[in-house]
């Protein structure tokens, strides 16, 4: 029965991700974030899990890969579709606003190549390649709820939120290096830039009193990624 457990909490990953993706088609956007939290919290447990009972399999594999695209690629492409239906569309863009909310799936496509890359790119053993789906999931739906309001008004529109939804695309499958939060020690010579990004967190954090706490800390992490990128501070 054991040997089953990792599985068991792939699939609780999956079924998270499907009830994100139902709540997300019926607006009820808090939900689907509390669905795609705790799928990355399934998603954690099961490799962990595998790890420690030695029984990490080409199925487990296979089917971390399945859950992992309904519930950080299918299930924040259903809220941006649903936010296409809240934002504002410029005049010259009403003969396309029925089609707009289409495009959102653009980033469930984009998760499957993220996905299918990092199974087979022996490059991200102890870093990644690319906004890992996980941290891309959690930007999109702690934004929503965060900032509906603001993503509703006049300030904002369907372009905006294109031409965003396409950079997170590129982000996902770019050859930009992102640092992991594996710790191998705890020595501040080792781990410069995730004691760095902890303490920015920590600080955004306690600035930050909504979800969209978590779209900034996500933010904070890309920014953070790229200037040790250019600057090799760890």
Known sequence: MLLNFPNALTCCNLISGCMATGA?????????LVMIIMG??????????????????????????????VTFGVAPSAMIFQLFGFVQYPEWMQPVAAYMPYSAFLLAA?????????NLDE???????????????????????????????PRFNALFLFLFLLM???LLIAEIPLFSLKFKDLSWEHNKVKFIFIIGAAVIAALVMDPSAIALIILWYIALSLINWKLHIS
């Open 24 to 32: 997300a088609f019926h607006g009820h956007f808090e939900w689907a």
């Open 123 to 153: 490059r991200q053993a102890t870093s990644f390649i690319g906004l890992p789906t996980p941290a891309n999931a959690l930007f999109w739906a702690s934004l929503i709820v965060g900032q509906l309001p603001f993503l509703a008004s």
């Open 40 to 69: 990355a919290v399934f998603d954690f447990f099961d490799g962990m899990a595998a790890r420690a009972l030695g029984v990490s399999s080409p199925i487990g594999k296979e089917l971390d890969s399945l859950a992992d695209v």
């Open 168 to 170: 997170f695309c590129f």
């Open 110 to 118: 984009f998760s499957a190549l993220r996905l299918a890359k990092f």
